[in-house]
C-alpha cells in the first residue's frame, strides 16, 4: 500500500512543479493577468481531475511525463471553473483553496479574464499536444476533455444548478445537473488519460462507467463535508449549500444514506476496475482517497 500511496505523491509533486512554472516569467504590460492565473492555479488544489488522468495513461504506456502537458491543462479548465464559480454573480464566495478568492485579491473583472485565460491557455496546450503527437487517439482525448468542459457537460450543469437555487428540485434532476456538474470532468480525465495512453475499446466502456460512480461517489462526499466538514480543513467555507439554500444529496437521503451510498459506490468502482486486466493498484488507491478524505 505504502508503494502505491508513494507514486502517487510522485506523481503529484511533478503535475505541481509542472503547474508550478507554467506561467513564470511570462507577461510584461499584461503580467497582472499571468499572476491572478497562477494564484489560483497553485493554490493548494488536489489535483484529482490531472492525477486520474495520469494514472490512467499509465495503466497503458510507460512514461507519464509526456502526458503531463495534457493533465495541466485539464487542471487549467478546472481552476477556471472555481474562479468563476466563486464570483458575485454566481456563489459568491470567499475563500477557496485556503485563501481568498480570485476576484478579493484581483478585482472582478481580472478574475473573469484569469478564468477565460485559463480555459484558452487549456486549449493551446491541447491542440499543441495533438500538432506535435500526431494520432487519432490524441484528438480523440483532447475532445472528449473540451466537450466535458461545455454546455453538454460542466458549463450545462452549472446552469441546472443556477436556475435551481432557492429551489427544491426532483431527484432525477439533481442527479443529472452533478452528472454534467462535477462527473463529467472526472469522467473524462480518467477516459482520456486511458486513452491517450492506448487503451482499447473495452477497457475505455469498463473505465468510463468507472469514472462515473467515482464522479458521483465524489460530489456524494463533497455535499457530505459541506455539512461536517470544516472550513479551514476544507479551504473553501462549510455549510454553504444550506445558505444557498440547495437541494444536495445530504437535504434529499440525510447523512447516513449519503455515507453509505459512497462505500456502495466504491465498491463499484472497485469491481470495474477488477474487470480490467492491468495493473489498477494506483487507481484503487485515489479511489479509497477519494471516500475517505476530509478536504
Ligand atoms: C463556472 C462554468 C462554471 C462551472 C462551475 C465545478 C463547478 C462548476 C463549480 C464548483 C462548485 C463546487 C464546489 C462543486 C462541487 C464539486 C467540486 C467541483 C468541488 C471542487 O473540486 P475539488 O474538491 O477542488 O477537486 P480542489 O480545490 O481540490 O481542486
Known amino acids: 500500500m505504502e508503494k502505491k500511496k508513494e507514486l502517487i505523491e510522485q506523481v503529484r509533486k511533478e503535475m505541481n512543479e509542472w503547474l508550478g512554472g507554467y506561467f513564470s516569467g511570462r507577461g510584461t504590460y499584461e503580467k497582472k493577468i499571468f499572476e491572478?492565473?497562477?494564484?489560483?492555479?497553485?493554490?493548494?488544489?488536489?489535483?484529482?481531475?490531472?492525477?486520474?488522468?495520469?494514472?490512467?495513461?499509465?495503466?497503458?504506456?510507460?512514461?507519464?511525463?509526456?502526458?503531463?502537458?495534457?493533465?495541466?491543462?485539464?487542471?487549467?479548465?478546472?481552476?477556471?471553473?472555481?474562479?468563476?464559480?466563486?464570483?458575485?454573480?454566481?456563489?459568491?464566495?470567499?475563500?477557496?483553496?485556503?485563501?481568498?478568492?480570485n476576484?478579493?485579491?484581483?478585482?472582478?473583472?481580472?478574475?473573469?479574464?484569469?478564468?477565460?485565460g485559463l480555459l484558452n491557455e487549456a486549449m493551446n496546450i491541447m491542440f499543441r499536444f495533438c500538432c506535435e503527437n500526431n494520432m487519432q487517439r490524441n484528438l480523440d482525448a483532447c475532445r472528449l476533455i473540451s466537450e466535458s468542459a461545455g454546455v453538454d457537460g460542466m458549463i450545462g450543469g452549472q446552469v441546472i444548478d443556477m436556475l435551481s437555487e432557492n429551489m427544491q428540485i426532483p431527484l432525477e434532476q439533481l442527479y443529472a445537473m452533478h452528472s454534467k456538474k462535477t462527473g463529467a470532468l472526472i469522467k473524462a480525465s480518467?477516459?482520456?488519460?486511458?486513452?491517450?495512453?492506448?487503451?482499447?475499446?473495452?477497457?475505455?466502456?469498463?473505465?468510463?462507467?468507472?469514472?462515473?460512480?467515482?464522479?458521483?461517489?465524489?460530489?456524494?462526499?463533497?455535499?457530505?463535508?459541506?455539512v461536517s466538514g470544516d472550513t479551514e480543513k476544507l479551504g473553501k467555507r462549510a455549510q454553504s449549500d444550506i445558505e444557498n439554500k440547495k437541494t444536495t444529496f445530504v437535504?434529499?437521503?440525510?447523512?447516513?444514506?449519503?455515507?453509505?451510498?459512497?462505500?456502495?459506490?466504491?465498491?463499484?468502482?472497485?469491481e470495474n476496475l477488477n474487470k480490467i486486466s492491468r495493473d489498477t493498484s494506483q487507481l484503487e488507491e485515489i479511489t479509497m482517497y477519494l471516500l475517505n478524505r476530509d478536504r
Do not use: W
Open 251 to 270: 437535504t434529499e437521503y440525510g447523512l447516513e444514506k449519503c455515507m453509505e451510498l459512497c462505500g456502495k459506490l466504491t465498491v463499484e468502482c472497485m
Open 36 to 101: 491572478a492565473m497562477d494564484y489560483s492555479l497553485n493554490a493548494n488544489g488536489k489535483r484529482i481531475r490531472p492525477l486520474l488522468f495520469l494514472l490512467g495513461f499509465s495503466m497503458f504506456s510507460g512514461d507519464y511525463k509526456k502526458a503531463l502537458p495534457v493533465a495541466g491543462a485539464i487542471e487549467m479548465i478546472h481552476t477556471y471553473s472555481l474562479i468563476h464559480d466563486d464570483l458575485p454573480a454566481m456563489d459568491n464566495d470567499d475563500l477557496r483553496r485556503g485563501k481568498p478568492t
Open 190 to 226: 480518467i477516459v482520456s488519460g486511458a486513452m491517450t495512453g492506448g487503451a482499447a475499446a473495452d477497457e475505455l466502456c469498463l473505465l468510463a462507467e468507472y469514472g462515473e460512480k467515482l464522479g458521483l461517489a465524489f460530489q456524494i462526499k463533497d455535499d457530505i463535508l459541506d
Open 103 to 116: 476576484h478579493k485579491v484581483f478585482g472582478e473583472a481580472i478574475a473573469i479574464l484569469a478564468g477565460d
